[in-house]
C-alpha cells in the first residue's frame, strides 16, 4: 500500500487504514460496553468474539510492509486513559475464571507457564489500542497506523492471542463438559476418588461458572 492512500483525507470504507481504525474502534466500544456489567450472561463468547476480529486486524497490519511514521518523535497525547476501573469491573465479572496459564514465548525452550489475568490482558491491549486511537483522531492516521503495527508486534498482538485462547478454552471447556483442573467453590476437603472428583468438578463449572458466564453445557 502507497503513502498517497495512507495519507488520503477522504474517509474512502474501502481504505485501508479506515478499516483498522473501525475495528480497533468496534473492539474498544464493545469491552467498554461488557466491563459495565449490564450483560454478564452473554460475557465470555461476547469477549471471544470481539477478540477474534481484533486480531483479524493485528494480522492484516501485520502482514503489511513497515509502516513509517512522519515524524522522528512522537507527538505528545497528554495524559493517557486510566483504564484500572475497566480492568476491576472485568475482573470482578470473570471471577473465579480471571486467571490462567500461559506460555510467554513458545520459541524459547524450556520456559515453564506463567499466569497471567484476562482482566489485566483486556485492559493493556485497550492502552494500546487507545494511544494510536488518540492520532487517529486528530488525524495523524500515518502515526496511528505506524502504532497499532508496532504494539501490535511489540505488545497487543500477543496479549490478545493469549486472551483468546484462554476465552476460547473456557468456553470449550463448558460446551465440551471436560472439568477444569481447580475451581472456586469446589470443595477440596471433601474425600472423593478421582472420577468422582472430575464429575464434581464439571457440576460446579457447568453451575456456578458456566451459566452465570452465559455458557451452556453440552447435552
Do not use: C
Not at 456489567?37 to 481484533?54: C, I, K, N, R
Not at 496459564?101 to 507457564?113: A, Q
Amino acid at each position: 500500500m502507497s503513502d498517497a492512500t495512507l495519507h488520503a483525507t477522504a474517509p474512502d470504507p474501502d481504505d485501508f487504514a479506515v478499516q483498522i481504525a473501525d475495528q480497533v474502534e468496534s473492539f474498544l466500544v464493545a469491552v467498554t460496553e461488557v466491563s459495565r456489567g449490564d450483560e454478564p450472561d452473554s460475557a465470555v463468547p461476547f469477549l471471544l468474539l470481539e477478540v477474534s476480529q481484533l486480531l483479524l486486524a493485528g494480522g492484516r497490519l501485520g502482514a503489511h510492509e513497515d509502516i513509517l511514521p512522519d515524524e522522528r518523535y512522537e507527538p505528545d497525547l497528554g495524559p493517557e486513559p486510566d483504564v484500572d476501573g475497566l480492568r476491576e469491573r472485568l475482573a470482578e465479572m470473570l471471577d473465579p475464571v480471571d486467571v490462567y496459564s500461559e506460555v510467554f514465548d513458545p520459541y524459547e525452550p524450556r520456559k515453564p507457564p506463567v499466569p497471567a489475568r484476562i482482566s489485566d490482558d483486556l485492559a493493556d491491549v485497550m492502552t494500546d489500542l487507545r494511544h494510536g486511537m488518540a492520532h487517529y483522531r486528530a488525524g495523524r492516521t500515518t502515526e496511528a497506523m505506524w502504532w497499532w503495527q508496532f504494539s501490535y508486534f511489540s505488545n497487543w498482538g500477543s496479549t490478545a492471542s493469549a486472551t483468546l485462547r484462554a476465552l476460547q478454552s473456557l468456553v470449550a471447556h463448558v460446551r465440551l463438559n471436560q472439568p477444569l483442573d481447580e475451581l472456586d467453590g469446589l470443595d477440596t476437603d471433601q474425600d472423593l476418588s478421582e472420577d468422582a472428583l472430575a464429575e464434581e468438578a464439571g457440576r460446579v463449572m457447568a453451575e456456578e461458572i458456566g451459566a452465570p458466564l452465559g455458557l451452556r453445557e453440552a447435552k
